[in-house]
């Protein structure tokens, strides 16, 4: 079963957020999982970067519950 979101950091050891980020979007497998980014970039272009890339939303840490939870309420949102 595939996961309903995923929520990625963009810093981990062995490779980038950025570099999964771009793999889960690229495959016809997971590109309609939606990906919560939660990281300590806090760099405008990074942020950017990672929603042109297909993340439905980027959160700066420490991120509260109740930004999570918005995010995810958002996401699950109709369009």
Request: net charge neutral; proline share 10%.
């Amino acid at each position: 079963p595939q996961p309903d979101v995923i929520i990625l950091d963009l810093n981990m050891p062995g490779g980038t957020g950025m570099g999964a980020l771009d793999k889960l979007k690229s495959s016809s497998k997971t590109a309609e999982i939606p990906v919560v980014v939660v990281s300590g970039i806090t760099d405008p272009k990074t942020r950017k970067a990672a929603l042109d890339a297909g993340a439905s939303a980027y959160l700066y840490k420490p991120a509260s519950p109740e930004q999570i939870q918005s995010a995810l309420d958002a996401i699950s949102k109709p369009h």
